[in-house]
């Protein structure tokens, strides 16, 4: 994981951040989604999380406005 976000990193996909602190983040919240998903028995509809976790990375959390 942390080579593939070095990787995008060098290419310019992703910005320049901490590559080790990017995979965490991201297998926690694969891990937290699975075990959510686990619990729910089925019910939490996991490709609507996963596309506001999509949606989340591409586009971050602080409004336009504010930067």
Request: charged residues 15%; negative net charge; hydrophobic residues 50%.
């Amino acid at each position: 994981m942390v080579e593939t976000a070095t990787k995008a990193i060098a290419t310019g996909r992703i910005n320049p951040i901490d590559p080790h602190a990017f995979a965490i983040m991201l297998v926690g919240t694969m891990d937290i989604l699975i075990w959510q998903w686990l619990a729910s028995e089925g019910k939490m509809d996991i490709e609507a999380i996963s596309y506001q976790v999509r949606q989340i990375l591409q586009t971050g959390v602080t409004p336009k406005a504010i930067l």
